[in-house]
């Protein structure tokens, strides 16, 4: 039997986002200047200001010397909230679609043990590399999630460094000013430029070392994105593999291949479906879609670039379905995009949010493939018998 923590094993791009995952779970893309990544979000939020005492100090005139340090506190606030809510997002993600994986894999046991011969180990390869993929997507959900929220703590730790270093400022120079003072004969209110340069002196020499830990924290978010980067890469080559392992034989085969009866009211020309009205509804019928009540229309306009890149349709802000020319290149093809473009319609009626920003979008995307996996699989024998 395999090893179970290598599920990946001889799967490039499954094998590429563990590696990946690997490197964002244990802070190697932490600049070694920062230590070891700890903390909470709630750091970000806090309303501590060691600067404000110096208001109490009736020497307005400090507020302009200081204000470099003050921009770098600012600058390192965040919205913990929010935070949280992207990284539980792609968890769920995560969890969504490794679980859709692991149905899979128990189906796939259940429904071959009986199975035999050469045919039946292609199928099973087939169907377990399927399942490899869908195992590589969670986990790149997960580690997108474990990104999310390594940056926010990332930032939150320096930012309690920062703030640490100016309340030490503040302390060196409750001791300071009155000395300088003293010795410029003035008081508290009143600066000459000698003070004055005392003050921005001290002021650069606590800056420069604010500036030092914020260099490295953008060096760490610059590793950090890097390695995003790498993960939508195989993010894509996986969805890229999921659809083209779900729309072929173990043999590379189309499983409509043969097969040209129009006796289900399907107008056919080969293998493809004729692009019409007609047929969507004749298809919708056949496979038990509900489309009485949904709105869509043809674009016979546009396609994909290639395989891997074919354009099926797409769920408008409105819940218009537009098919594209893609979609009817086979009758399970159409079919599964119906299933798909209505699973993002009855979330939307559900009342989920459009969604606008790219995380979202790949994440309404990774629920739909999963959805229309389940239902090919519970619904792919209402195919004509070979």
């Not at 009211?265 to 479906?273: A, F, L, P």
């Not at 016979?300 to 891997?308: D, H, L, N, T, V």
């Given at each position: ?8 094993s001889g799967l ?5 986002a ?10 190697s893309?932490v600049?070694?200047s ?8 709630d750091?970000?939020?806090?309303a501590?200001d060691?600067l404000g005492s110096?208001?109490?100090?009736g020497?307005?005139?400090l ?5 470099p ?27 969504a679609?490794?679980?859709?994986g692991q ?6 046991r ?6 035999f ?7 099973r390869?087939?169907a377990?590399?399927?399942?490899a993929?869908m ?9 997108i999630?474990?990104a999310?929220?390594?940056a926010?703590?990332?930032v939150g730790?320096?930012?309690e460094?920062?703030r640490?270093?100016i309340a030490?400022?503040?302390a060196t120079?409750?001791?300071?000013l ?11 209110g ?11 002196s ?7 070392r ?7 924290l953008?060096?760490s978010?610059?590793?950090?994105s890097?390695?995003l ?5 195989v ?18 085969a189309h499983p ?19 692009m019409?009205?007609?047929n969507v ?6 496979f038990?879609?509900d ?18 890149k ?14 594209a ?22 979330e939307?009626?559900?009342?989920r949010a459009?969604p606008?920003k ?12 999963a959805h229309e ?14």
């Amino acid at each position: 039997m395999a090893d179970p923590a290598q599920w990946f094993s001889g799967l490039g791009p499954a094998e590429d986002a563990a590696e990946i995952a690997d490197g964002i779970r244990n802070g190697s893309w932490v600049d070694v200047s920062l230590g070891t990544l700890g903390g909470t979000l709630d750091t970000l939020a806090m309303a501590v200001d060691p600067l404000g005492s110096l208001t109490a100090w009736g020497a307005g005139w400090l507020m302009e010397h200081v204000r470099p340090l003050r921009e770098a506190l600012d600058w390192l606030a965040g919205d913990p909230g929010e935070i949280a809510t992207q990284a539980a997002t792609w968890r769920n993600v995560s969890e969504a679609v490794a679980d859709a994986g692991q149905r899979h894999a128990s189906d796939l046991r259940a429904n071959t043990a009986e199975w035999f011969g050469a045919t039946a180990d292609a199928y099973r390869v087939h169907a377990a590399e399927q399942t490899a993929a869908m195992e590589g997507i969670a986990v790149v959900s997960g580690a997108i999630a474990s990104a999310v929220e390594g940056a926010g703590l990332l930032v939150g730790m320096v930012r309690e460094i920062v703030r640490d270093l100016i309340a030490q400022f503040v302390a060196t120079l409750a001791v300071r000013l009155p000395q300088w003072l003293a010795m410029e004969g003035v008081t508290l209110g009143l600066a000459t430029p000698a003070v004055a340069s005392q003050v921005a002196s001290l002021v650069s020499t606590w800056a420069n070392r604010i500036r030092k830990f914020i260099g490295s924290l953008l060096t760490s978010l610059r590793r950090l994105s890097g390695m995003l980067d790498a993960l939508t890469g195989v993010l894509q080559r996986l969805q890229n593999l999921l659809r083209r392992l779900s729309r072929t034989g173990p043999t590379g085969a189309h499983p409509e291949a043969g097969l040209f009866r129009e006796g289900d009211g399907i107008v056919r020309n080969g293998v493809r479906i004729i692009m019409n009205e007609k047929n969507v509804m004749a298809v919708a019928k056949k496979f038990g879609i509900d489309m009485r009540d949904v709105r869509f229309s043809l674009d016979k306009i546009r396609r994909g670039s290639g395989e891997g890149k074919e354009f099926y349709g797409v769920t408008m802000p409105n819940g218009e379905i537009k098919l594209a020319r893609d979609a009817f290149i086979s009758e399970e093809q159409l079919a599964r995009t119906l299933a798909h473009e209505r699973f993002h319609l009855d979330e939307l009626r559900a009342g989920r949010a459009f969604p606008w920003k790219e995380a979202a979008r790949a994440a309404a995307e990774v629920r739909a493939y999963a959805h229309e996996e389940r239902w090919w699989q519970a619904n792919k024998h209402l195919l004509d018998a070979e």
